[in-house]
């Protein structure tokens, strides 16, 4: 017979076993209505999360989590994935990315044509404007180095990247209008083939924005082919989204099936008046092209005016040898006076001058430049008026004294938005950088997409206008993406996937950013979750940084 001390231990002992195994899970999240992602109607379960996974999904007693989320009259879904976002450089900012959480956003994949890397001393020389407004200090080269920052810094959400084919580019040939010799291309592929070691999802194109115009079709072809032969996709913002669309497609197409990759078109629009009513054509060409073998798809952020740098506004071969170039370019009258032809007359090219109302049509919305910050806000009408200017001699003035300044942009049509939106090969996407009302990132004029593209979907789209079901929107939100990325573990509220979860009210989700007022957090979301860790809760942004880097299918480790 065992002493008294001894069997009072074991009691004990027998006591904690059974509260551990009562405890099983680190999250119960009980009562909700599950919309998993797959476009399948709501059911109601609830969900175990152990370890940062799904763990159970079924009926679960509170007691058996160490933390309970009552979501009784609440929808669950999977994580939303951000199919451009552009926050690489913000992240190092404010890791929380309040504008992206708010919105249910737990996982961004960036680098749109320049990506944060590779990078050499000449690029980020180059760059010094844009790090010195964000007070950033670069301390990377290589992908590897910059993802291995942000895992020491820890970051709200997960992040993927591209590797730009306009970075690579820079670091071989610079910002020249030639094309590269074929040292100079298999450099550019070797730059490519590591960055896929390194964790890259694919290789990704800006080709409006200089010096990526400069790049041919065949050149896109051979890096697009290097990021095929390790499992990447060719992501792109096109050659041209307004008059040239249809030979930009065709283009996309051909890298498409000569490269043997998958592509995702970033952003499809129809810009431009003159191109209004053409997107049930573009859907044609796309489903075509689909129908015929290749894997294409797109995403959209579901707003009637897009958001880009100024100096797209100016000619591609005004932007050769790089700003300082172009900067000169615009102060000589006679360059001056070329380009300001080229701007009114010349439809070769995705001339942004042409695609728009008029100057009232362009807002600024941020600038490197502390004494500019005061037009943040304004549109080029309202500037030209008070500087007693010509818009275009004012367009031209503010570039010169700002190439990194950003514009917002009036010039699609909501019938055109609405016929990408419900394409079912169409994601969602912000292509905006994460942000915050407060602090440097608050300073900001952004486009509101950056702070509503997800909740402005549920509200608009799916409650008022019925455009769209509750649970085909998660789709697109979730599993969509998440296959599109070969993202296998998320996406989907299933067991065993990684617990990037939101919940929230749908007859309450709602955007408050608009073009007057950016600078609003959305409403709505209750909870989310990143890799099982609440980042919002009850209604509130923690401390957490549970984010990860998420690498791509070529990584090396």
């Known amino acids: 017979m065992l002493p008294l001390k001894a069997a009072t231990l074991l009691l004990c002992l027998g006591c904690l076993s059974q509260a551990a195994d009562a405890q099983q899970f680190d999250v119960v999240i009980r009562n909700g209505h599950i919309i998993d992602g797959t476009g399948s109607p709501w059911y109601g379960a609830d969900i175990g999360i152990k370890g940062g996974r799904i763990a159970r999904i079924g009926r679960i007693d509170a007691s058996h989590g160490a933390k309970s989320i009552d979501a009784h009259g609440l929808t669950v879904a999977p994580g939303f994935i951000d199919m451009l976002g552009q926050s690489e450089m913000t992240i190092l900012v404010n890791p929380h990315l309040p504008s992206k959480i708010f919105q249910g956003i737990t996982t961004e994949i960036t680098g749109e044509g320049d990506s944060i890397a590779p990078a050499n001393d000449r690029l980020l020389a180059e760059d010094k404007p844009e790090f010195d407004h964000y007070q950033i200090k670069p301390d990377w080269r290589s992908l590897g180095d910059y993802f291995r920052r942000l895992e020491a810094q820890g970051i709200g959400i997960n ?38 070691h390194q964790g890259a999802m694919g290789v990704s194109t800006a080709l409006q924005y200089s010096p990526a115009p400069y790049a041919s079709t065949e050149e896109l072809i051979a890096l697009a082919m290097t990021a095929a032969s390790t499992g990447g996709i060719y992501a792109t913002h096109m050659r041209s989204e307004g008059d040239g669309i249809f030979a930009a497609l065709d283009e996309t197409f051909r890298i498409a099936r000569e490269a043997k990759i998958p592509v995702e078109i970033w952003h499809l629009k129809a810009a431009g008046k003159p191109n209004w009513g053409k997107m049930p054509e573009i859907v ?21 005016a897009w958001s880009n740098s100024f100096s797209a506004f100016v000619p591609p071969w005004a932007h050769d040898g790089g700003d300082a170039a172009m900067v000169a370019r615009i102060k000589d009258p006679v360059q001056r006076a070329k380009i300001r032809d080229t701007m009114l007359h010349d439809k070769n090219w995705d001339n942004e001058w042409l695609e728009i109302a008029g100057p009232q049509g362009v807002t600024i919305s941020s600038t490197l430049s502390p004494k500019l910050r005061l037009l943040q806000g304004k549109n080029i009408e309202e500037i030209a008026k008070s500087q007693k200017k010509d818009p275009m001699d004012c367009i031209l003035d503010l570039i010169a004294e700002d190439p990194g300044m950003e514009v917002v942009v009036e010039g699609m049509s909501e019938n055109d938005v609405e016929d990408v939106l419900k394409q079912p090969w169409v994601s969602v996407d912000n292509d905006s950088s994460g942000a915050s009302p407060e602090g440097i990132l608050g300073q900001e004029h952004p486009h509101p997409r950056g702070y509503g593209a997800f909740p402005r979907i549920l509200r608009k789209y799916v409650r008022e206008e019925h455009l769209l079901t509750l649970p085909d929107a998660i789709r697109k939100f979730s599993a969509l993406p998440a296959e599109r990325l070969r993202l296998a573990d998320r996406g989907v509220i299933k067991d065993g996937m990684w617990a990037d979860i939101v919940i929230f009210d749908p007859d309450k989700i709602r955007d408050l950013a608009t073009y007057e007022n950016p600078n609003q957090l959305a409403l709505g979301m209750e909870f989310v979750l990143v890799n099982g860790v609440s980042v919002v809760s009850e209604g509130k942004m923690t401390d957490a940084l549970p984010g990860k880097v998420l690498r791509g299918p070529g990584y090396e480790p």
């Open 284 to 304: 044609e060409r796309i489903d075509a092209a689909r129908a015929s073998g290749l894997d294409i798809a797109a995403d959209t952020y579901a707003y009637t």
């Open 159 to 196: 992040l993927a990247s591209y590797v730009g084919a306009t970075t690579v580019r820079r670091m071989v040939i610079g910002n020249d209008n030639r094309p590269p010799t074929a040292a100079e291309l298999a450099q550019m592929q070797q730059l490519v083939l590591d960055a896929m």
